[in-house]
């Protein structure tokens, strides 16, 4: 058996303790609050120009399409704080009744947020005529067909180009851990598609995958070792953020719905199992602390703001839409835990845009599922890893 156990490499807590916190505590806090209004809409910028090649994405799926959300359905003070969406926004034709849960909401003034850009990213996040609303619950990340050369492009551009390829003995610590975030999400990314797979598209029937799930994340430990650091790194976000985020203004203008999005955020933030168990997840004080730390802490955020540039080349809507949520989650994260304009200003005070703490909290949910669900299929990866050693064995 290969069971995870001990410290995870370079965090404060243990896979044990991480996979148990997960299924009692954080799981199941997410997988409510991302449905709430405030956290169900994701305000993109989902048509832009690939900056390093021209777009040639192809996909051959209609579950690649991204169903944009009509300016009647989404909260009324979102729009209030972020302009007009343009005429020739896409219609929803999904059918699905989450698309109408939103259309009584009243006219209430959005407060508490700013519209800031975050330095870890490339896009103008406050360019909002070029932005879009996007219902998640409608467009749920799963497989979509994207795959082949323009697929592989991408993943070798963030690799090879802008994160460091590890292990390398020559590589500092700093470097390891932007590697290893990068790798956990892309295994993330890959449990997604393999929990969520096309098994035959003519029945239109979906289900899990378990030889993708084996062969692209369970047969490389150090995908599932990265899969829980990216986790763990994330919830360390969270938590440090827990006063700014227990006062932030959750306010869609539905005031039931709203004081639900309150709890449930206090609920994971404080709650007595995660802060006795595992109160600091990752300890980002140890980064950043040689008499280079400043110039590479800004060689590190130009490398993943060229990352985020990446997710505007990826030819599929739907992995574009997600690849921006997720990326955009994790250099939150990073906007939380170090200082934004690679100076050491610990001491400035936090400032989060509304879209920041949307993307967090998703992206935190996507690692959990994919933490639950890589646990949860253990015995079966288990037997197929047996399987793959002695292929003549009888099971």
Same mark, same amino acid.
């Given at each position: 058996?290969?069971?995870?156990?001990g410290?995870?490499e370079?965090?404060?807590?243990?896979?044990?303790?991480?996979?148990?916190?997960?299924?009692?505590?954080?799981?199941?806090?997410?997988?409510?609050?991302?449905?709430?209004?405030?956290?169900?809409?994701?305000?993109?910028?989902?048509?832009?120009?690939?900056?390093?090649?021209?777009?040639?994405?192809?996909?051959?799926?209609?579950?690649?399409?991204?169903?944009?959300?009509?300016?009647?359905?989404?909260?009324?003070?979102?729009?209030?704080?972020?302009?007009?969406?343009?005429?020739?926004?896409?219609?929803?034709q999904e059918?699905?009744?989450?698309?109408?849960?939103?259309?009584?909401?009243?006219?209430?003034?959005?407060?508490?947020?700013?519209?800031?850009?975050?330095?870890?990213?490339?896009?103008?996040?406050?360019?909002?005529?070029?932005?879009?609303?996007?219902?998640?619950?409608?467009?749920?990340?799963?497989?979509?067909?994207y795959?082949?050369?323009?697929?592989?492009?991408?993943?070798?551009?963030?690799?090879?180009?802008?994160?460091?390829?590890?292990?390398?003995?020559?590589?500092?610590?700093?470097?390891?851990?932007?590697?290893?975030?990068?790798?956990?999400?892309?295994?993330?990314?890959?449990?997604?598609?393999?929990?969520?797979?096309?098994?035959?598209?003519?029945?239109?029937?979906?289900?899990?995958?378990?030889?993708?799930?084996?062969?692209?994340?369970?047969?490389?430990?150090?995908?599932?070792?990265?899969?829980y650091?990216?986790?763990?790194?994330?919830?360390?976000?969270?938590?440090?953020?827990?006063?700014?985020?227990?006062?932030?203004?959750?306010?869609?203008?539905?005031?039931?719905?709203?004081?639900?999005?309150? =709890?449930?955020?206090?609920?994971?933030?404080?709650?007595?199992?995660?802060?006795?168990?595992?109160?600091?997840?990752?300890?980002?004080?140890?980064?950043?602390?040689?008499?280079?730390?400043?110039?590479?802490?800004?060689?590190?955020?130009?490398?993943?703001? !060229?990352?985020?540039?990446?997710?505007?080349?990826?030819?599929?809507?739907?992995?574009?839409?997600?690849?921006?949520?997720?990326?955009?989650?994790?250099?939150?994260?990073?906007?939380?835990?170090f200082?934004?304009?690679?100076?050491?200003?610990?001491?400035?005070?936090?400032?989060?845009?509304?879209?920041?703490?949307i993307?967090?909290? !998703?992206?935190?949910?996507?690692? =959990?599922?994919?933490?639950?669900?890589?646990?949860?299929?253990?015995?079966?990866?288990?037997?197929?890893?047996r399987?793959?050693?002695?292929?003549?064995?009888?099971?």
């Open positions: 058996s290969r069971s995870y156990t410290l995870v370079d965090c404060c807590c243990d896979y044990e303790t991480a996979g148990s916190l997960n299924e009692q505590v954080l799981h199941p806090i997410l997988q409510e609050l991302v449905k709430t209004p405030f956290f169900r809409y994701f305000k993109v910028k989902l048509w832009c120009d690939c900056p390093f090649w021209p777009d040639d994405g192809m996909c051959h799926l209609r579950d690649c399409s991204v169903c944009e959300c009509q300016e009647s359905e989404f909260p009324e003070p979102f729009k209030k704080s972020s302009g007009v969406l343009s005429a020739d926004d896409v219609i929803c059918g699905k009744p989450q698309a109408a849960v939103d259309r009584t909401l009243d006219d209430k003034i959005f407060n508490g947020w700013i519209e800031i850009d975050n330095p870890w990213t490339y896009d103008d996040e406050t360019d909002n005529t070029a932005m879009t609303y996007v219902n998640l619950q409608l467009n749920p990340e799963r497989y979509t067909g795959a082949g050369p323009s697929a592989q492009r991408i993943w070798a551009a963030v690799y090879q180009e802008n994160c460091p390829q590890y292990p390398s003995e020559d590589l500092c610590h700093e470097k390891k851990v932007m590697y290893k975030l990068i790798s956990g999400l892309h295994s993330s990314i890959s449990v997604h598609i393999a929990s969520d797979y096309l098994l035959d598209a003519f029945a239109n029937l979906w289900g899990q995958n378990l030889e993708l799930l084996y062969d692209r994340v369970w047969k490389h430990p150090d995908h599932v070792r990265n899969l650091f990216v986790y763990l790194f994330v919830l360390r976000a969270v938590t440090k953020a827990a006063d700014y985020l227990e006062q932030a203004e959750y306010n869609t203008g539905n005031p039931i719905e709203d004081l639900k999005t309150q =709890s449930l955020v206090r609920q994971l933030l404080y709650n007595p199992k995660l802060l006795s168990a595992c109160p600091v997840p990752f300890d980002e004080a140890k980064l950043w602390q040689g008499e280079n730390g400043p110039e590479l802490k800004q060689q590190i955020q130009k490398q993943f703001r !060229n990352i985020s540039a990446v997710m505007n080349c990826v030819g599929c809507e739907k992995c574009r839409l997600w690849g921006k949520l997720q990326v955009n989650g994790l250099a939150t994260a990073l906007k939380i835990l200082s934004v304009d690679g100076e050491n200003n610990q001491n400035q005070p936090l400032q989060l845009q509304r879209n920041e703490v993307a967090l909290f !998703n992206l935190l949910n996507r690692l =959990s599922e994919s933490i639950k669900f890589v646990h949860d299929m253990e015995p079966l990866m288990e037997k197929m890893e399987h793959d050693s002695n292929p003549t064995a009888t099971s």
